[in-house]
């Protein structure tokens, strides 16, 4: 466990540089065993759920070189070997092993992925698609057997929901078939980033609109280099970090991806200007604003807590609804038990601006939340200590070093865990 102690109120300047985005990085590291050859990965972002899955694809027989952020992976002598271990566990996307193993092995054995606790998070769909390709599965108390039954060379399936996850992983374990038409997919610019990675390295996959057609191609042996996309949310983060406490240049970052949240800013007279791949933002406060998560384009879940932040010290009043994940509404109880006027109405919260906000103690419980509450400390005044930093390094790469850089004052310690707790 690890906590931080941060000095709210100090003026932020500086230049920040988004790094690789965490929801691309995982997946392409997944779908990087499906190459024939070695791949080098550039912008590869230095977060604890990149760690996690390099130590699994070593524990398969991998050779993984990380250095600055160009990652070269060697799967020449990749085994099979079950996924048991606790790497799986810590995080969301190692689900994602279980498609590209059902592709590359035609069967899969992992324990159930954990992640942040944000909702009840099933994988139903992935495993609705799992079986309509003729794979089986059992699961015995938190491990998953999935092998394949029944071979199929031509298949359509609709996804029962819009999912994430379910869309690409399905793709993974579809690349098995000769012939297959996925429909009701969902790819984010992540999961876009990824049918780039994996047409590079010979795959057919096409998208048209939500319908993922992909059909068999022989895989030829080269290098191929990837650039992992900028991270859209690390980018809004620090943008929201300058509007509540300076004057930040926000470089490296995708803008056509992100139009949405930031047409909100500009429409709530927040002090913002962008181009394609850069933002300037000044401190400022802005008018409330209605912000509705929904799958891309619309506004993205991942986003929201820190739009809560922002909300909490604007002008005027807010309301928020979350619709993706019933459980990410943390930051409001937070917000609220520090005396924040807060109407939490099942997903729907109403929040009152303030001009400030006192707290000194904070609880990270997931890493959108852990972040929305260190952008709070930053912007209020005193100092603030918040517990479990290890929640946000899971998708920001080095936070404290970019926040030290542009004048944050924010100090780190490690916490011994209690026994027995
Ligand atoms: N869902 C199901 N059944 C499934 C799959 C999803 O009911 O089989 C539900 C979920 O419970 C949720 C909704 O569908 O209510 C959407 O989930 P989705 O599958 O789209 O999300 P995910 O794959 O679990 C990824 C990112 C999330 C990000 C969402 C939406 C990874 C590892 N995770 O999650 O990232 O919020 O897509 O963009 O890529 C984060 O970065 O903080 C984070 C949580």
């Keep these: ?131 309509e390709m003729g794979f089986q599965y059992v699961i015995n108390e938190d491990v998953i057997s999935i092998v394949k039954h029944e071979d199929i060379k031509n298949l359509e399936i609709t996804l029962k929901n819009k999912s994430v996850g379910a869309s690409l992983n399905a793709m993974f374990a579809g690349l098995s078939i000769d012939n297959l038409t996925l429909r009701n997919t969902l790819f984010e610019p992540e999961g876009r980033d990824v049918l780039l990675f994996l047409r590079q390295i010979g795959y057919d996959v096409h998208l048209q609109e939500d319908v993922l057609v992909h059909k068999t191609k022989k895989l030829e042996l080269k290098l191929i280099k990837h650039n992992v996309l900028p991270d859209r949310v690390e980018a809004m983060t620090y943008t929201i970090l300058g509007l509540l406490t300076g004057k930040l240049r926000i470089q490296n970052v995708a803008t056509k991806d992100i139009e949405l949240p930031l047409k909100l800013l500009e429409e709530s007279d927040y002090a913002i200007k962008y181009n394609s791949n850069e933002i300037i933002v000044n401190k400022s406060k802005g008018n409330g604003m209605r912000i509705k998560t929904e799958v891309y384009p619309g506004f993205p879940t991942d986003m929201q807590p820190i739009f809560g932040v922002l909300c909490a010290y604007s002008k005027a009043t807010s309301i928020i609804e979350e619709t993706i994940f019933e459980n990410r509404l943390q930051i409001y109880h937070d917000l609220k038990d520090l005396g924040v006027d807060v109407n939490i109405e099942t997903s729907t919260i109403t929040i009152q601006g303030q001009s400030e906000i006192e707290c000194t103690k904070l609880t990270a419980c997931d890493l959108r939340q852990g972040v929305a509450l260190a952008l709070l400390a930053f912007a209020a005044k005193g100092t603030v200590q918040i517990e479990n930093f290890e929640y946000i390094e899971r998708g920001y790469e080095d936070f404290i070093h970019k926040v030290t850089a542009i004048g944050g004052k924010i100090k780190q310690y490690d916490v011994l865990p209690l026994q027995n707790k």
């Design 1 to 131: 466990m690890s906590n931080v102690e941060i000095i709210g109120g100090t003026h932020l300047h500086g230049t920040v540089k988004v790094s690789g985005a965490k929801n691309a990085a995982i997946p392409l590291l997944c779908a990087s065993l499906l190459a024939r050859g070695k791949v080098l990965f550039r912008n590869m972002p230095k977060i604890t759920d990149v760690d996690s899955l390099v130590r699994i694809l070593k524990y398969l027989e991998c050779d993984v070189k990380f250095k600055g952020h160009t990652m070269l992976v060697d799967n020449t002598n990749l085994k099979y070997k079950p996924l048991l271990l606790t790497e799986c566990k810590q995080m969301r996307g190692s689900y994602y092993l279980m498609g590209v193993f059902l592709t590359l092995f035609s069967k899969c054995e992992m324990v159930l992925p954990g992640g942040c606790k944000i909702g009840k998070r099933p994988i139903d769909i992935h495993l609705q698609a799992f079986k």
